[in-house]
């Protein structure tokens, strides 16, 4: 349940005035924001004590003063991975007040910060940045024909069990992907299944299990000509292929079978995970594979499940996802660039 909100003494003589003018009780809680109970408490105590003001309250004083509250909001800011217990051991260092880490968290939490993981995406450099809004800039008035008409493609790893990282971070709500806020990392780590897979609007290709190493020619003979070839087919004439720039998917050689196959390819930026609607359907796929299955007991098992969890997705799915690609270059012209929340 969210906090009740408190109404300002200036508003509670607001209430009274129009209460006085003869404005219904309903109206005025429009006016103000609040519930017509709220109203109805505010004229009751109005007319039990003909005053607006909050009655001296008992109880035990607040531990720590207003100024020992701003140092403590203001280290959580400027230290956005630190902890609670060691702000509490700043505080006792700057002021010699003692105070829990209970007491810490919650002063924190009053003011909007809570302490959350930290979203995980890949680096970017200043170069990263100008190639994903120079992107977005080029796809901004794509209509959603136009996406309907892309092959979404990417390889992802599977693991048998999920590891969850434990950093946390110190943030308001909305400040999700801010800079500074972001656990970054390097290309996805070690996993257990590679597969590749691509969809559109109304298509998508099969599950492709990749085994060992993926190299251009691999590429170019086990995904592109048998599989990616055929669903621009389906999509016709007008199809446009994504891929992202992987060193098997630019070698020369699968540049040059695609170049002779008229395929018109997306100029994708790097260390855009974020701009693939693919993305979001691994995140489903995974969470099918854990929802509807038991824990897989081998690799072989998790293959499986794999495979019939990705034909079971309803292709409303898919459409909703490729919907979403004009939101996500919007988003990237106002982050500039930068990470954005998809």
């Known amino acids: 349940m969210p906090p009740r909100r408190k109404v300002t003494t200036f508003?509670?003589?607001?209430?009274?005035?129009?209460?006085?003018?003869?404005?219904?009780?309903?109206?005025?809680?429009?006016?103000?924001?609040?519930?017509?109970?709220?109203?109805?408490?505010?004229?009751?105590?109005?007319?039990?004590?003909?005053?607006v003001l909050e009655r001296p309250r008992s109880g035990r004083p607040k531990k720590i003063t207003q100024r020992e509250d701003r140092f403590i909001r203001r280290q959580a800011l400027q230290q956005r991975g630190t902890t609670a217990n060691i702000i509490r051991g700043q505080l006792r260092m700057a002021t010699n007040t003692n105070v829990s880490t209970k007491t810490i968290r919650k002063r924190l939490n009053e003011v909007g910060l809570r302490s959350r993981r930290p979203a995980v995406?890949?680096?970017?450099?200043?170069?990263?940045?100008?190639?994903?809004?120079?992107?977005?800039?080029?796809?901004?008035r794509w209509t959603r024909q136009?996406?309907?008409?892309?092959?979404?493609?990417?390889?992802?790893?599977?693991?048998?069990h999920h590891h969850d990282g434990r950093a946390r971070v110190w943030r308001r709500q909305g400040e999700r992907y801010n800079n500074g806020l972001v656990q970054e990392r390097v290309a996805f780590g070690g996993g257990s299944i590679m597969v590749w897979g691509a969809f559109s609007f109304r298509h998508r290709t099969p599950l492709y299990h990749i085994v060992g190493n993926l190299?251009?020619?691999?590429?170019?003979?086990?995904?592109?000509?048998?599989?990616?070839?055929?669903?621009l087919h389906q999509i016709g004439v007008q199809a446009v292929f994504q891929d992202d720039n992987a060193t098997p998917h630019r070698a020369r050689l699968v540049n040059n079978f695609i170049q002779q196959a008229?395929?018109?390819?997306?100029?994708?930026?790097?260390c855009s995970p974020d701009f693939n609607p693919i993305e979001h359907l691994w995140d489903e796929l995974d969470r099918r594979v854990r929802?509807?299955?038991?824990?897989?007991?081998?690799?072989?098992?998790?293959?499986?499940?794999?495979?019939?969890?990705?034909?079971?997705?309803?292709q409303a799915f898919c459409?909703?996802?490729?919907?979403?690609?004009?939101?996500?270059?919007?988003?990237g012209i106002a982050?500039?660039?930068?990470h954005t929340h998809h």
Not at 12 to 33: M, N, P, T
Not at 149 to 157: C, P
Not at 262 to 270: D, F, H, I, Y
Request: aromatic share 6%; hydrophobic share 40%; with cysteine.
């Open 262 to 270: 008229g395929v018109t390819r997306m100029n994708w930026p790097a």
């Open 335 to 338: 982050k500039r660039g930068g």
């Open 11 to 51: 508003n509670k003589a607001r209430a009274i005035a129009w209460l006085q003018d003869g404005v219904s009780k309903r109206e005025v809680g429009r006016r103000l924001g609040v519930s017509h109970s709220v109203v109805v408490r505010l004229h009751q105590k109005f007319q039990a004590t003909n005053s």
């Open 291 to 314: 929802n509807n299955h038991p824990p897989p007991r081998n690799l072989q098992q998790l293959l499986q499940f794999l495979q019939i969890e990705w034909q079971a997705i309803p």
């Open 319 to 331: 459409r909703k996802l490729v919907n979403s690609m004009r939101n996500r270059t919007a988003e």
């Open 121 to 140: 995406r890949p680096r970017l450099t200043a170069a990263h940045r100008q190639a994903r809004l120079a992107f977005c800039h080029n796809h901004a």
């Open 215 to 231: 190299t251009g020619q691999r590429y170019r003979d086990e995904i592109v000509a048998p599989l990616v070839l055929p669903a």
């Open 146 to 160: 136009q996406w309907a008409d892309v092959l979404f493609s990417d390889e992802s790893r599977f693991n048998l």
